[in-house]
């Protein structure tokens, strides 16, 4: 019964999405309606745990980033370093930093608020708020706090943390609110001050990271709308945590004979960067196929592909294993360095703003980072340009 109604969703949502016939499943794969024999998906559609195309566009994007610019030469003054190692190893020359009194729930919040202007939607229509990030002014949270900053009086709002995934995480999250009709208008922010858990003395990570965050607004799409989510794909695996951690670090406490915890806070940013870069040229061109497959797509289609930005290296590694050209793979990296949950929205933004990506545009984007947790999506991007 639960698999028929799996099927009949599908079914319902392929035909919605793009106006033609609903496929029918034979054996393993899928074989078109109208009896023209498709090309074989690499797994069943009705395997996937959802629905691989969501009713859900992204109609507006905005971003921000820290004044405070530091670039590799002021760098080689802390750490031995040069700007010569940092550019060519990584693509980097300068980052954005957060100063004391300088918050995340600001930069998202202005991230939030510049997005919301572009979708031309009030803050108080926003049903959902979700604050992808890794290093939160609070704990708890900083989600309810961004909405109230925004004056999205009417949301929910909770955190998602998947580290430099979180921000393609929290867009497939909600798209599956806005997809199911639960919501109408959904926010969705990836930022990280990472400078706050780096170590400075580390020249391994500390010429890696910048702090930023950017923003999306998500609008539950018509049946027949172009815009929407096309395809989706995420993964995790804690057995990658070794490679890339920021974990708690507490001193036993005694409190009295009672219990003995712990107190503390969390170490610096641990990694080993050559097994990241290998998990990430490996699964990042893996997860974008997985993503195109579900959408019926093959890398040709795509006009723009947006992923994460930790290293240039990376990026023309898996264009080229995608079969893309570099001119297609929007990078700012150079600029802001690896911001984590901020890197895509930022570079999505710049992106927008300059005219690069329009209205009905094929974009796959693709997030990576620490768990380790991977995944992507591809959109028909749905908003216009300012
Ligand atoms: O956002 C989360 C995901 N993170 C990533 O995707 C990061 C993935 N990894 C990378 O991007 C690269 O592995 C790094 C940029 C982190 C490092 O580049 P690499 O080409 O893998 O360098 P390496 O770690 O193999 O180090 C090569 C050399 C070493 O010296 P020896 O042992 O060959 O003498 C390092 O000590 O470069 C040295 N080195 C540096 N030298 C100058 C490491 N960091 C620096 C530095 N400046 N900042």
């Not at 003054?77 to 010569?84: F, G, R």
């Not at 939030?112 to 031309?120: D, F, I, K, Q």
């Not at 040229?281 to 893996?286: L, Q, R, Y």
Request: aromatic share 6%; glycine share 10%.
């Amino acid at each position: 019964m639960i698999s028929r109604l799996l099927l009949l969703t599908y079914l319902g949502c392929v035909a919605g999405l793009h106006g033609t016939p609903p496929a029918s499943l034979s054996g393993r794969g899928v074989v078109a309606a109208r009896g023209q024999p498709q090309r074989l998906r690499s797994r069943p559609v009705v395997a996937k745990a959802g629905i691989s195309k969501l009713r859900s566009k992204l109609v507006g994007v905005g971003s921000c980033a820290p004044p405070t610019r530091v670039t590799n030469v002021d760098l080689e003054d802390l750490v031995d370093t040069t700007d010569e190692w940092i550019a060519q190893r990584t693509g980097i020359r300068s980052r954005h930093l957060l100063a004391p009194g300088e918050t995340m729930s600001e930069l998202g919040s202005k991230a939030a608020e510049r997005a919301l202007e572009m979708a031309g939607v009030a803050a108080e229509d926003v049903d959902l708020v979700i604050f992808a990030t890794s290093s939160a002014d609070d704990l708890f949270g900083d989600a309810a706090n961004v909405a109230k900053l925004v004056g999205a009086t009417n949301a929910v709002a909770f955190d998602l943390t998947a580290a430099c995934s979180g921000f393609l995480f929290g867009i497939n999250t909600a798209s599956q609110f806005l997809h199911n009709g639960a919501y109408k208008t959904a926010l969705v922010i990836g930022g990280d001050a990472l400078s706050r858990w780096v170590d400075w003395n580390d020249r391994s990570t500390c010429v890696l990271f910048g702090d930023g965050a950017g923003a999306v607004v998500l609008k539950a799409a018509a049946t027949d709308d172009e815009a929407g989510i096309l395809g989706w794909e995420m993964h995790s695996n804690g057995a990658g945590r070794k490679d890339l951690n920021l974990c708690y670090s507490g001193e036993p406490r005694e409190l009295g004979d009672v219990a003995t915890v712990t107190s503390g806070t969390y170490d610096t940013i641990a990694m080993n960067g050559m097994d990241v870069y290998k998990f990430a040229t490996t699964k990042v061109p893996k997860v974008l196929k997985e993503a195109l497959a579900q959408a019926d797509m093959t890398a040709d289609d795509i006009d723009w592909v947006v992923m994460h930005q930790a290293n240039i290296r990376i990026m023309e590694t898996v264009a080229k294993k995608l079969g893309v050209s570099m001119d297609k793979v929007i990078h700012n990296l150079d600029e802001y360095g690896n911001t984590s949950a901020g890197s895509i929205p930022l570079a999505l933004d710049e992106a927008v703003r300059s005219g690069k990506i329009k209205k009905g545009d094929t974009l796959a984007i693709a997030g990576f980072g620490a768990g380790l947790s991977w995944g992507a999506c591809v959109i028909r991007w749905g908003g216009e340009p300012l």
